[in-house]
């Protein structure tokens, strides 16, 4: 049986998302083989990244609203756990 995740619910418009993100990608390269001006390129780079990371942050909430509100909600170990988790990843986005 697999887990339910907080972005279950999401879960064919995260796929979608990223699908899109996909093609952008190959768009990039595509750009690059083509020899398009740089800061054509970079623009769309630069959209990808503002794509994943609207990807992450949604994510991001549907965690803390789910699976660290649910620990939380039952207490010990696991609630520590799961702030923890949240919290390395808010760094790591930070940092991103």
Avoid: F, W
Avoid at 42 to 54: D, E, R
Wanted: proline share 1%; glycine share 8%.
């Amino acid at each position: 049986m697999t887990a339910t995740r907080g972005y279950s619910p999401q879960k064919e418009n995260y796929a979608k998302r990223l699908r899109r993100i996909e093609g952008q990608v190959r768009g990039i390269a595509k750009m690059i083989d083509e020899d398009k001006y740089c800061i054509d390129v970079l623009t769309q780079i630069s959209a990808v990244n503002s794509a994943l990371q609207s990807v992450a942050l949604g994510l991001l909430d549907e965690h803390l609203g789910h699976c660290v509100t649910q620990a939380v909600a039952e207490g010990g170990d696991q609630a520590d756990e799961k702030l923890a988790e949240a919290s390395a990843a808010i760094a790591r986005l930070v940092r991103s």
